[in-house]
């Protein structure tokens, strides 16, 4: 219902529904609930969402909190929630564990992120590994991926 008003250009209807379900424990509420505190502009309400869909295993939650805390400039925060999403099976969470290594000039911690995300489908894992493998020298993997 919450999806329904919030089509309808109802966000305090939907945000009611929203806080209905997610008390309920709906993590899909919770990302409604963070999206409309997004909205507002309420960063602290946001990530109070986002942790508790987190906290009921939803590997984009941490991922999306860790990319909060990225940008906020907590680097190491953010690396241990992207450990926590890519355990949890988040392929974007690996990808920017690939990208933060790579920050960090630890590009064998970045190849090994990107190709577990190109392992897991993901497109993006699969370009990044390609060029890189290409770029080291490794043009099979490239060809391969």
């Known amino acids: 219902m ?8 109802d966000e305090s209807g939907a945000t009611r529904w929203w806080s209905r379900a997610a008390h ?29 869909a987190a906290d009921d ?16 400039g907590d680097v190491d925060q953010a690396r241990t ?10 392929t974007g969470a ?6 933060l290594s790579a920050e960090a000039d630890e590009m064998a911690e970045a190849m090994r992120w990107w190709k577990a995300a190109a392992e897991q489908g993901a497109a993006r894992g699969m370009r990044m590994f390609a060029y890189f493998s290409d770029r080291y020298g490794h043009h099979e993997d490239a060809v391969y991926w």
């Open 24 to 52: 309920d424990g709906d993590k899909t509420a919770c990302w409604g609930l963070a999206w409309a505190s997004a909205r507002r502009g309420d960063r602290t309400g946001q990530r109070v969402w986002l942790q508790q």
């Open 81 to 90: 929630i992207y450990l926590k999403a890519a355990d949890a099976g988040s």
């Open 94 to 99: 690996m990808i920017s564990l690939g990208l």
């Open 2 to 9: 919450g999806d329904i008003a919030a089509a309808e250009g």
């Open 57 to 72: 295993g939803d590997a984009r939650a941490m991922e999306q909190i860790a990319s909060m805390a990225e940008s906020d």
